[in-house]
């Protein structure tokens, strides 16, 4: 079992960065993959960007690429999200979520999830 708790959401004004934080916990955490995934009001939940869980290889989403780094450490079970350049776009809750198997870009592959943190972008 995986437990994930997000950290670092809040309002930011457009152009600006943020930085998100998930602490992982539980028996299996060093053993998943760890994405962060996004759901704005209306829409779909979407990936955003994913970090294996053995810190070689980093995917991104389309709507991210090029403006967001993720990384991992897994000495303090702490996956991070940098975001620049942030519009109102962006506004969304922010998922962590592990996976142990399946592609990074699938939302049902993901297994266990935290409670999400707000990200909102004013213009």
């Known amino acids: 079992q995986v437990q994930l708790v997000e950290s670092g959401g809040g309002m930011v004004h457009a152009g600006g960065s943020l930085r998100l934080f998930c602490a992982a916990s539980g028996r299996g955490s060093s053993g998943v993959d760890i994405s962060w995934l996004r759901q704005a009001p209306g829409k779909n939940r979407e990936f955003v960007a994913g970090?294996?869980?053995?810190?070689?290889?980093?995917f991104y989403g389309e709507s991210v690429e090029g403006r967001s780094t993720v990384s991992r450490d897994n000495g303090k079970n702490m996956v991070s999200l940098y975001m620049n350049n942030l519009n109102p776009e962006d506004t969304a809750i922010y998922y962590c979520?592990?996976?142990?198997?399946?592609?990074?870009?699938?939302?049902?592959?993901?297994?266990?999830w935290g409670q999400g943190t707000q990200v909102t972008v004013s213009s």
């Open positions: 979520a592990a996976k142990r198997s399946g592609n990074y870009y699938t939302v049902s592959n993901y297994e266990f």
């Open positions: 970090i294996s869980r053995t810190v070689d290889r980093t």
